[in-house]
């Protein structure tokens, strides 16, 4: 996942702006995404097994497709970021891979129009005091593998065991 900022002011961008994600979505249509419409709205796009969805607070997240590779998937992610680098830069638009962005208040952060995140803003509150930001502050890498026997898996569970304290040293936001 990524958050979506405005390049000139660092602050984040909201669906509806003149250059914001709407138009990111939209203009990323130009790749061969199909959208997926909601209320009139983009709220996500598909290609050959590929998703690109909106988390709560505009981060822009890309479900990849199942491959059989890391290299395929390594391509794959290569492709988004440079689709999304190029659309975004002609929007005057970034995007910020990072765990949680201490920089953005609630209030700084616009709501996605998607009508689930609705509900669960009017039910988080209920259930404690930090699920807003978890939905709207955070962003997240998430890997999902295949096995084809026990031996297997035993063998890439203790991989990504071993891999885990480099991912967390990666995003642990140390620059802020």
Same mark, same amino acid.
């Given at each position: 996942?990524?958050?979506?900022?405005?390049?000139?002011?660092?602050?984040?961008?909201?669906?509806? +702006?003149?250059? /914001?994600?709407?138009? #990111?979505?939209?203009?990323?249509? &130009?790749?061969?995404? $199909?959208?997926?419409? *909601?209320? %009139?709205?983009?709220?996500?796009?598909?290609?050959?097994?590929?998703?690109?969805?909106? +988390?709560?607070? /505009?981060?822009?997240? #890309?479900?990849?497709?199942?491959? &059989?590779?890391?290299? $395929?998937?390594?391509? *794959?992610? %290569?492709?988004?970021l440079?689709?999304?680098?190029?659309?975004?830069?002609?929007l005057?638009?970034?995007?910020?891979?990072?765990?949680?962005?201490?920089?953005?208040? &609630?209030?700084?952060?616009?709501?996605?129009?998607?009508?689930?995140?609705?509900?669960?803003?009017?039910?988080?509150?209920?259930?404690?005091?930090?699920?807003?930001?978890?939905?709207?502050?955070?962003?997240?890498?998430?890997?999902?593998?295949?096995?084809?026997?026990?031996?297997?898996?035993?063998?890439?569970?203790?991989?990504?065991?071993a891999?885990?304290?480099?991912?967390?040293?990666?995003?642990?936001?140390?620059?802020?």
């Open positions: 996942e990524k958050f979506v900022y405005d390049l000139k002011s660092l602050r984040p961008v909201a669906y509806e +702006e003149q250059n /914001g994600i709407g138009k #990111l979505l939209a203009g990323l249509t &130009r790749y061969g995404w $199909e959208p997926i419409i *909601e209320n %009139g709205n983009i709220i996500a796009l598909t290609m050959n097994g590929e998703n690109i969805t909106l +988390e709560p607070g /505009g981060q822009f997240e #890309l479900s990849g497709a199942p491959l &059989r590779t890391i290299h $395929e998937t390594c391509r *794959e992610v %290569g492709e988004h440079k689709q999304v680098k190029t659309v975004s830069e002609e005057g638009i970034g995007v910020l891979g990072m765990g949680f962005n201490p920089k953005w208040s &609630r209030a700084d952060t616009s709501w996605m129009p998607k009508g689930r995140y609705q509900i669960m803003r009017d039910y988080m509150p209920k259930r404690g005091s930090l699920g807003i930001d978890m939905m709207i502050r955070t962003c997240t890498v998430q890997v999902n593998l295949d096995f084809a026997t026990e031996a297997d898996m035993v063998k890439k569970f203790r991989t990504s065991l891999l885990q304290p480099i991912a967390t040293a990666l995003f642990a936001d140390s620059p802020f």
